[in-house]
């Protein structure tokens, strides 16, 4: 069974553009949360999908958006980058998406903004 | 606002020894919580959890605490492995939405 696949792995981008980061869930699986991850910040909730649905957001500004298409791939938008967006960005899949169900992971974008 | 802290940003160990992790937590509507291991240029990977009705959680090495009242949880490795170097993060899932604490990175040392 092949894991979460996020693409790309490495991106530079330069202040004021947008930038779109693609993610495929584990077959089968419904539900994509998206985290980004800074130093010393842990892994910060950006949003969860179900079924095409954004279910739940975190605190992050309209800048960053997501959507999710009915193969329950998921795509994350960054509009008018910041330097401060420069992190790894992870998304993970789960069947349901509540309970004590794990989530997996993928290896994650490094998005390096200059 | 972090509703899931990990105090200490890192911990050494002696191989061997026990390991460990703790987290704190401030919204008592979380009814899971789980502990997921990281590995430099990987994601996350899922290490065990518990119910927010139970207040032990074992599996193999890995044995999970919960003590609602005091808002704290724990993550025990025994006996710790040099190969249980990586960063540790405690979550809490409340419904759809799961919150990671900022990580403990473990050194287990030979």
């Known amino acids: 069974k092949a894991g979460v696949t996020q693409t790309p792995r490495y991106l530079i981008k330069t202040r004021g553009q947008q930038v779109t980061l693609s993610c495929s869930p584990i077959?089968?699986?419904?539900?994509v949360s998206w985290y980004q991850q800074t130093p010393g910040q842990g892994l910060q909730f950006l949003f969860e999908?179900?079924?095409?649905?954004?279910?739940n957001k975190g605190n992050f500004p309209g800048r960053f958006s997501g959507r999710q298409f009915s193969n329950s791939r998921s795509e994350m938008n960054v509009s008018t980058l910041e330097l401060g967006d420069s992190a790894l960005y992870l998304c993970?899949?789960?069947?349901?998406?509540?309970?004590?169900?794990?989530?997996?992971f993928g290896q994650g974008t490094r998005l390096t903004v200059v | 606002d972090q509703q899931v802290k990990q105090n200490s940003p890192s911990l050494s160990v002696q191989e061997g020894r026990i390991s460990i992790l703790n987290c704190d937590y401030t919204n008592s509507m979380f009814d899971y919580f789980l502990w997921y291991k990281k590995y430099p240029a990987e994601g996350p990977t899922f290490l065990i959890s518990i119910s927010s009705i139970k207040d032990k959680n074992e599996d193999g090495r890995f044995t999970v605490f919960l003590n609602k009242s005091a808002k704290h949880l724990s993550l025990h490795i025994v006996p710790s492995q040099p190969g249980d170097s990586a960063v540790y993060f405690c979550a809490a899932r409340e419904g759809f939405k799961t919150i990671f604490g900022a990580g403990t990175r473990l050194f287990v040392k030979a």
């Open positions: 993970a899949s789960s069947p349901m998406g509540r309970g004590d169900t794990e989530a997996f």
């Open positions: 999908y179900f079924s095409e649905t954004q279910r």
């Open positions: 077959s089968g699986h419904r539900s």
